[in-house]
């Protein structure tokens, strides 16, 4: 299994090129199922779990093609000869229950497992099931499995979500493009993948507006058709990356990153005296002098601080100057992370959904644990600011979700490599 090392105390610079998201390309992917035509998708991820959804789509009978060293993935589902997800595949990422909206909508049926708890919380699949049944699906539990029909085809509603949810968004989404008459989602996540994702659907012929705000309208089409699109700039990548010179100090320009997929948390990151500059090419992110300051997050729905940057904010504020309070509201167990930063002799202490850090003027490198994929590239920063070594294990959670972070690191100075124990 491999490892991180990293050797701390080297401010780093240089420019970081930010790939195309995980999170637009996992909803993607799936829109393939809506059309018996060819989607292609460029600035494609090249990472595990688009490996994991590419598994998925060919169970279901989609061809997958890889092009341009896995840039470009050609994807058509011209057949299905299968409308069943697998506990086998599903299970390995919950996203995989984003095929469940699109083969409702084109096949009227589907069997798609439930994935099971996670680390991070229990994660239920309740509103994508309420919003679905409200567009005539009928869903019954079994074995584990969602069995959900629909005879004649899915119907238009209007369906308010009872929370923000970015999944059972972008389910609704796809299964309304294909369903009689007008869709109406309120209360629907406002996530730049969501966008993307509806940009992607109106390439192929879908009528959607109000993407990006809290009501979105749906008027469906009979077939959807041939599209190409380019997958949105990776935001949480972003963020990451605009956390490495403010925790270790020097000035690194993040290409392809844009102010408004990380309003909230620049705003943070200003706060904390943590400089920002958007570039022609991307946005600069410069700590010169003394550590960062202290400042209080909470996570919410985008446009709010996003919960996928809470472990690596930590990471930043263990070196802060002064107490800072840190506040997750998305997710019930999304601070795995804090026992390991305790071992690199950071001072903090949780109570339930509320982090109290306290800044150190030095971490210390350790061998420590990945728990899920944030938190090992918190890890992974925190090592970067660190006296000493830190080991970081079972990165198998990073490449997740992440492409080729020690190449991108080492390039602008940092002192990284991977290791395998084999
Ligand atoms: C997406 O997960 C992202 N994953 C997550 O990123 C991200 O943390 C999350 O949105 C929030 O921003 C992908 O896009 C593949 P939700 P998703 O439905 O869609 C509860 C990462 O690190 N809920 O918005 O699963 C749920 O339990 C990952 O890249 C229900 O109760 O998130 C959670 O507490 C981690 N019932 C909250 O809503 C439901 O039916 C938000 O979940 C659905 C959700």
Same mark, same amino acid.
């Given at each position: 299994m491999d490892a991180i090392l990293v050797r701390g105390g080297r401010p780093l610079n240089g420019q970081i090129t930010i790939a195309g998201a995980k999170n637009a390309a996992l909803a993607l992917m799936p829109a393939t199922l809506l059309s018996d035509e060819p989607l292609t998708l460029t600035n494609a991820p090249r990472l595990s779990d688009v490996r994991t959804m590419t598994t998925l789509l060919r169970s279901l009978g989609a061809e997958v093609q890889t092009l341009q060293d896995g840039k470009v993935l050609a994807l058509s589902s011209h057949t299905l000869t299968s409308t069943r997800a697998d506990y086998d595949?599903? $299970? %390995?990422?919950?996203?995989?229950?984003?095929?469940?909206?699109? &083969?409702?909508?084109?096949?009227h049926r589907a069997v798609v497992s439930l994935p099971g708890g996670c680390a991070i919380g229990a994660r239920p699949m309740?509103?994508?099931?309420?919003? &679905?049944?409200? =567009?005539?699906?009928?869903?019954?539990?079994?074995?584990?499995?969602?069995?959900?029909?629909?005879?004649? !085809?899915? %119907?238009?509603? $209007?369906? %308010?979500?009872?929370? *923000?949810?970015?999944?059972?968004?972008?389910?609704?989404? =796809?299964?309304?493009?294909? *369903? $009689? /008459?007008?869709?109406?989602?309120?209360n629907a996540a406002r996530e730049p993948e969501i966008v993307d994702l509806a940009d992607c659907l109106r390439a192929m012929g879908a009528q959607i507006s109000g993407d990006g705000t809290s009501t979105i309208e749906i008027q469906g089409v009979a077939r959807l058709h041939a599209a190409s699109h380019r997958v949105v700039a990776d935001r949480i990548e972003l963020g990451t990356y605009m956390l490495a010179p403010a925790i270790a100090g020097g000035e690194v320009e993040c290409i392809g990153g844009r102010i408004h997929l990380v309003e909230a948390f620049v705003e943070r990151l200003d706060a904390a005296g943590v400089s920002v500059e958007e570039t022609a090419k991307g946005l600069k992110v410069a700590r010169k002098n003394g550590r960062p300051h202290a400042v209080d997050v909470v996570t919410a729905p985008y446009p709010g601080f996003p919960t996928d940057l809470q472990a690596q904010m930590m990471a930043m504020l263990c070196t802060a100057e002064g107490q800072s309070r840190l506040e997750e509201r998305i997710f019930e167990n999304r601070f795995m992370h804090a026992p390991e930063?305790?071992?690199? /002799?950071?001072?903090?202490?949780?109570?339930? !959904?509320?982090?109290?850090? $306290?800044?150190?003027?030095?971490?210390?490198?350790?061998?420590? =644990?990945?728990?899920? &994929?944030?938190?090992?590239?918190?890890?992974?920063?925190?090592?970067?600011?660190a006296e000493g070594e830190t080991r970081v294990n079972r990165v198998y959670h990073?490449?997740? /979700?992440?492409?080729?972070?020690? *190449?991108? &690191? !080492?390039?602008v100075g940092a002192d990284i490599e991977r290791v395998s124990d084999a």
């Open positions: 595949i599903v $299970r %390995k990422m919950r996203a995989s229950n984003l095929v469940l909206g699109p &083969l409702l909508a084109r096949a309740d509103i994508h099931v309420s919003a &679905l049944e409200a =567009m005539g699906a009928e869903i019954d539990l079994k074995d584990g499995y969602l069995h959900a029909n629909a005879p004649g !085809g899915l %119907k238009g509603a $209007r369906v %308010k979500l009872r929370f *923000a949810s970015v999944g059972a968004t972008e389910n609704t989404l =796809m299964a309304a493009t294909l *369903a $009689r /008459g007008t869709t109406l989602i309120e930063l305790l071992r690199m /002799g950071a001072s903090l202490d949780v109570q339930g !959904g509320v982090a109290t850090v $306290r800044g150190v003027d030095r971490l210390k490198g350790a061998p420590v =644990m990945a728990t899920d &994929l944030r938190a090992s590239v918190s890890l992974i920063l925190a090592g970067l600011a990073l490449d997740r /979700g992440y492409e080729q972070v020690e *190449a991108k &690191l !080492g390039a």
